[in-house]
């Protein structure tokens, strides 16, 4: 029998920042799959079932790619 270790809210964010979704094309950044990648829902199931939300970091998703800017 194979025993998985439970993955942490700090293991869930560090894969939840390395795969952020591009707001210019809907695809993972580092995949280059449509959507959110496989890593991506799985790490933020972990923050589903743990009731807390994920950290967010301003322009991960590279919001420039639709002509979004800042707002004075």
Do not use: K
Request: proline fraction near 10%.
């Amino acid at each position: 029998m194979t025993v998985y270790a439970s993955p942490t809210t700090d293991d869930a964010q560090r894969i939840i920042d390395s795969h952020p979704v591009c707001s210019g094309t809907g695809r993972c950044l580092r995949c280059d799959v449509p959507g959110p990648c496989w890593y991506r829902e799985s790490a933020l199931m972990v923050f589903r079932t743990s009731g807390t939300l994920p950290r967010r970091w301003p322009g991960a998703s590279r919001p420039e790619l639709i002509g979004a800017r800042r707002l004075s």
